[in-house]
């Protein structure tokens, strides 16, 4: 069966600096597919970034860029140069690409904390 | 992407009444899933909305407590019945949206805004 952790609960930043949010998963489907939402106070969700499970190269959106470790199970969010308005509850999400039919599982979260 | 209408945004209810929550897509969308999110909670998937048949259900959600209708490829409704103050949480309508040459898993879902129900 798909999981998928995130230990921090919330997190601190500074404004302007770099900031990793952990996501480990667990799967014994070879293809699958990581992802990570934000949702900000006022509740939408937000998708940010995608990881395949046979990328060779770590993904990139703008700020955001996803630090895949296959091997640990591990896709960790990197937010570079935070802003105030990241101030937001971060999901990991992860789909199995066998015969799931596109269910996707959420980790619990981790409320990011931007200082001024 | 698609955009996502979902109604009500918010609302009310007395104990031991049923609402219904729509979610309208402005595209066809094979896949389209109902979520709950109770308070400070992660999301936890509801059903999978099925065009034309019966929805298929998690663990520990039924079909008489939360019956879904998918009556096309644009639309679907989830009713949750007999409210209890437990059932006060945000419901999210889900899409994904399936591109040529895409795979189960990397089609990112996409969300309507959520309806925020308290059950008094």
């Known amino acids: 069966a798909q999981k998928i952790t995130q230990t921090q609960p919330g997190m601190f930043v500074q404004e302007k600096e770099a900031v990793t949010l952990d996501c480990t998963y667990d799967?014994?489907?070879?293809?699958?597919?990581l992802f990570w939402y934000k949702q900000p106070s006022s509740g939408e969700m937000i998708f940010l970034i995608y990881?395949?499970?046979?990328?060779?190269q770590n993904a990139t959106e703008g700020r955001y860029s996803l630090n895949f470790q296959k091997a640990r199970k591990s896709a960790n969010l990197v937010i570079s140069a935070s802003q105030l308005g990241d101030s937001a509850m971060y999901f990991c999400?992860?789909?199995?690409?066998?015969?799931?039919?596109?269910?996707?599982?959420f980790g619990a979260g981790t409320r990011l904390f931007v200082k001024a | 992407s698609a955009v996502i209408s979902q109604k009500p945004s918010r609302d009310i209810c007395q104990r031991g009444t049923s609402l219904t929550i729509q979610c309208q897509v402005d595209?066809?969308?094979?896949?389209m899933f109902w979520y709950r999110q109770q308070p400070g909670q992660s999301l936890t998937l509801i059903a999978t909305?099925?065009?034309?048949?019966?929805?298929?259900?998690e663990s520990g959600f039924v079909i008489d407590k939360f019956p879904i209708s998918r009556p096309n490829l644009t639309f679907s409704t989830l009713t949750v019945s007999n409210m209890s103050p437990e059932d006060s949480s945000i419901y999210l309508c889900?899409?994904?949206?399936?591109?040529?040459?895409?795979?189960?898993?990397?089609?990112?879902?996409?969300f309507g805004d959520g309806t925020r129900l308290s059950i008094l």
């Open positions: 889900s899409v994904v949206v399936r591109d040529a040459g895409s795979t189960n898993s990397n089609q990112p879902q996409h």
């Open positions: 799967t014994s489907d070879p293809s699958y597919g």
């Open positions: 990881q395949g499970s046979y990328d060779q």
């Open positions: 999400a992860m789909r199995e690409g066998g015969t799931g039919g596109f269910k996707t599982i």
């Open positions: 595209s066809q969308v094979t896949m």
């Open positions: 909305a099925n065009q034309g048949s019966e929805a298929t259900y």
